[in-house]
């Protein structure tokens, strides 16, 4: 009895040491390896509008449109990825926005557009496996992308953004109610919410988190940016009207339609535009995750707002890097719209503002992808050179939609959200205060502590990696001997790994492998 005693002590010793060595990574690599999923969790609802395609419209005819089939309530759902097993109550959550250009999918033109794209579904899951609450969200969608009136364009989509805006800053609401009100049933932390919006979803995330007041939307450098102009209306009208959209939290009172709105916009009287959610809690975010996205008017960024990171393409088509006009992707083609402020014109403002300021506190030695980002910007990562020059080459899809256009090639899009997830993590420490353990990760093995081998060295196409079954591989970086990061691979979490040699150059290179204890390198040729 004794020594079934002492063992079974031994053995928990062990599994809590290792549980421990795991913990210490949480939030900057996996550290769980399932998760939960709860699809579908309604977190309010609001109306929208319906948006067919196919028609040549003028405003007033659209909007008629729109009065006739009236405004249908749409739920607003969220699915949630959290990380199974674990016990932490107090999580850091993060709201996932994706994209889709403000359209339902396929009608978008798009490859993706849903809630269940390959991409966010690769993303949430790998955050959740890091010891966070993920939930990937749905907004209101519906505009007229194909007016011939530039104007009018702009118009639509205003108004399609601003709903978008208002849904965001209801979840945000929402999951502090929960906390607050209903036991707290995620398990969060709702001081550190971050809000992460991919392409489109990247609008709304950098609009809900630096758009603050519906009187900032006007206050631009071209101070009719945002207004409907003669001959389109009849005076100088604000594309958005706050007594008749509601505020930009949606969380002030019903709006309805009366005589004046329904004499500009034709809606029926009675007609409602925005309802209340989850009244008399903050909408603020602690941090925003920018990829590929713009914000519509650089001057919403003020001193002292919350910390940026952002991922974007420098030759994106439709989302300018810089300050330019914004493209739509449909099916007919990109459809030029508005002015708006991308990634490095943000970067260059956040700098500026020294915004971005905590992201600078990162140990030394533990931000190998910062230390092979080449923007010169903390916080922004800039992707050069990406597979036929796409402007997303985080995004898969199972199918071409349309034929000829879509990337298939997981593979390759999953090497990009590696380097996406592996510059996020450690700024996500700083920036939302997780004492995230970082020396955690400077511990030297030995080759004898994990039972390395490595076969062969020097490799020609493929080098072999094998440890033991109780020391995993958790993931695993290839630098050339400039120490540049030239290769990345999250998420393998297994004794076997087969390393592909790819487009990697003739030359010694240096593979950093991660594990529970600690990283081991070791030199390796390929030639």
């Not at 550290?31 to 309604?42: K, M, T």
């Amino acid at each position: 009895m004794r020594i079934f005693t002492k063992l079974f002590i031994l053995l928990f010793t062990v599994l809590l040491v290792e549980q421990t060595d795991a913990q210490n990574r949480r939030y900057l690599d996996p550290v769980f390896s399932e998760v939960n999923v709860s699809y579908g969790d309604e977190f309010g609802v609001n109306p929208n509008a319906p948006s067919p395609l196919g028609v040549n419209w003028t405003i007033l005819r659209f909007i008629a449109s729109q009065g006739q089939l009236g405004m249908a309530k749409q739920p607003l759902v969220a699915n949630i990825y959290s990380p199974k097993g674990d016990t932490k109550t107090d999580r850091p959550l993060i709201i996932y926005v994706h994209t889709g250009n403000f359209f339902p999918y396929p009608a978008n033109g798009s490859c993706g557009g849903t809630m269940r794209d390959s991409s966010n579904v690769e993303f949430a899951t790998r955050l959740a496996k890091m010891g966070y609450v993920v939930a990937v969200v749905n907004y209101r969608q519906g505009w007229n992308p194909l007016d011939p009136q530039e104007l009018i364009r702009r118009y639509f989509l205003i108004n399609a953004a601003y709903r978008g805006v208002q849904d965001m800053n209801t979840i945000v609401r929402y999951f502090r109610r929960t906390e607050a009100q209903f036991g707290n049933p995620f398990g969060i932390d709702p001081s550190k919410i971050t809000i992460w919006g991919q392409g489109t979803g990247g609008y709304l995330s950098l609009a809900s988190a630096y758009l603050k007041s519906y009187p900032e939307i006007f206050n631009t450098a071209n101070p009719l940016k945002f207004i409907l102009t003669p001959p389109v209306a009849p005076t100088n009208i604000p594309m958005v009207l706050e007594q008749y959209n509601g505020t930009i939290t949606a969380e002030g009172p019903p709006t309805t339609v009366d005589a004046l709105y329904n004499s500009l916009s034709r809606l029926p009287i009675g007609d409602t535009l925005c309802v209340p959610n989850h009244v008399g809690f903050s909408s603020n975010v602690a941090l925003c995750v920018n990829m590929g996205g713009a914000l519509g008017d650089s001057t919403w960024l003020s001193p002292g707002e919350v910390p940026l990171i952002s991922f974007h393409v420098d030759t994106d088509a439709f989302a300018p890097v810089e300050t330019d006009i914004l493209n739509v992707p449909t099916a007919t083609g990109p459809q030029p719209v508005v002015e708006v402020s991308g990634s490095r014109h943000l970067a260059r403002r956040l700098e500026r503002f020294d915004n971005n300021k905590v992201l600078k506190s990162i140990p030394a030695g533990h931000d190998p992808y910062g230390a092979a980002n080449k923007s010169g910007y903390v916080g922004y990562f800039e992707f050069t050179g990406t597979p036929d020059d796409t402007s997303s080459p985080w995004e898969w899809s199972k199918a071409n939609n349309p034929p000829s256009t879509c990337n298939l090639d997981a593979k390759v899009a999953k090497t990009y959200i590696d380097t996406i997830v592996g510059f996020f993590a450690p700024r996500a420490c700083v920036a939302l205060g997780l004492n995230c353990d970082f020396n955690s990760s400077t511990t030297d093995l030995t080759d004898a502590k994990v039972n390395l081998k490595m076969a062969p060295n020097p490799a020609t196409n493929q080098l072999q990696i094998s440890v033991s079954d109780e020391t995993p591989v958790r993931s695993l970086g290839v630098y050339d001997i400039s120490g540049r990061l030239v290769k990345s691979v999250a998420d393998i979490n297994a004794s076997y790994y087969m390393l592909r040699r790819e487009n990697l150059q003739d030359g010694m290179y240096i593979i950093r492998m991660q594990f529970d204890g600690g990283v081991l390198s070791k030199k390796v040729i390929f030639e």
